[in-house]
């Protein structure tokens, strides 16, 4: 497995590699699949989570809402009550009967409304469920295009590093040429130009570098050797 390394700022003085021989950054499957899985614990992804359990418990008490509306009513019988104090009139006590009564109240609509909330806490939360889905499909997405863009800006650092090593060299033998009188001023000044030219590239890619980098640590949450490690550690 290929780790990505950090990138140190080369002595212009020390001896560099040709182009070709520059060992490259190059993608590794294991390790964007390692900070896709970190990425999955993003505070995003457990925001998108909370909020469908949040939907997914409306919906499971609009299921059984309906019962609360529904109202138990009852009186006694007064006057059979008195009579069982001791009148055994039969014909009074068949008038009066029962000694009690029990009603059950149901609203107008209760149902038709009742299952028309439930469906629309059932789509909400199937909503919310599918926002996560959405959620962690971007998240992935992002993790790999920004390991994409840490790969290639790492990769650009490393062979402008050999150009300005390049320009570098040039530049200090036309300085020597210049200081023996042996080219023009125009000459020598083009060589500044170029070699400074070339270290104006260099700050440009280190600061696209950092850039990548921290985005890629923004979406997985750490830093990237700690990333990087915790991957490693499970193959």
């Not at 009550?81 to 009066?96: A, E, F």
């Not at 083009?190 to 070339?198: P, Q």
């Given at each position: 497995m290929v780790l990505i390394a950090h990138l140190s700022v080369m002595a212009i003085g020390q001896d560099s590699s040709t182009l070709g021989s520059i060992a490259l950054a190059k993608y590794d499957a294991k390790v964007a699949e390692g900070l896709v899985a970190l990425a999955m614990e993003n505070p995003q992804i457990k925001s998108a989570e909370n909020t469908s359990s949040q939907f997914k418990y409306s919906y499971a008490r609009s299921k059984t809402a309906w019962l609360n509306q529904i109202s138990v009513a009852g009186n006694l019988n007064e006057i059979s009550?008195?009579?069982?104090?001791?009148?055994?009139?039969?014909?009074?006590?068949?008038?009066?009967y029962p000694r009690y009564n029990l009603g059950v109240i149901l609203p107008v609509g209760l149902f038709v409304n009742n299952k028309k909330q439930t469906m629309s806490d059932m789509y909400k939360y199937k909503s919310a469920a599918e926002e996560v889905e959405v959620v962690k499909q971007k998240i992935r997405h992002d993790v790999l295009v920004a390991y994409e863009n840490y790969l290639m800006n790492q990769n650009l650092v490393l062979l402008q590093y050999a150009v300005l090593k390049g320009a570098e060299v040039l530049f200090v033998k036309t300085?020597?040429?210049?200081?023996?009188?042996?080219?023009?001023?125009?000459?020598?000044?083009?060589?500044?130009?170029?070699?400074?030219?070339?270290?104006v590239k260099v700050l440009t890619l280190e600061r696209a570098l950092r850039v990548a980098e921290a985005d890629l640590e923004a979406l997985v949450g750490m830093k990237i050797q700690a990333a990087l490690s915790r991957i490693a550690g499970k193959n």
């Open positions: 009550i008195k009579d069982m104090s001791g009148n055994t009139d039969p014909l009074r006590q068949n008038l009066l300085e020597d040429k210049f200081s023996k009188g042996e080219i023009s001023l125009e000459a020598y000044t083009a060589a500044n130009k170029s070699f400074v030219d070339e270290k």
